[in-house]
């Protein structure tokens, strides 16, 4: 895997990790004024989520790199088998 394949490897998993972490801890406003949503979170909590994403990203690529580095599972032979 080069650089570049890493990169975009770990964005990948950290916006997925992201979207599942935006949800826990949500507490919506008890008593919304007018013009407010009834659903908006009193302290989303973003900066919290961002640390713990980046901290899972790097355990799953991790794991991600080790499995596409050791040839466990060979992605160029499964597209030598596609093609023919």
């Known amino acids: 895997m080069n650089i570049f394949s890493g990169i975009v490897v770990f964005v ?3 916006w997925i990790v992201f979207f599942c972490a935006l949800p826990f801890g949500i507490k919506p ?3 919304p004024g007018k013009g407010m949503m ?3 979170p009193v302290d989303p909590g973003l900066k919290k989520k961002m640390i713990i994403t980046t901290v899972v990203s ?6 991600a790199y080790a499995i596409i580095t050791s040839n466990l599972i060979s ?8 093609a023919q």
């Open 29 to 31: 406003i008890e008593n």
């Open 12 to 14: 990948l998993i950290w």
């Open 58 to 63: 790097v355990l799953f690529w991790g794991i």
């Open 75 to 82: 992605f160029h032979d499964m597209s030598l088998k596609m």
């Open 38 to 40: 009834p659903g908006a």
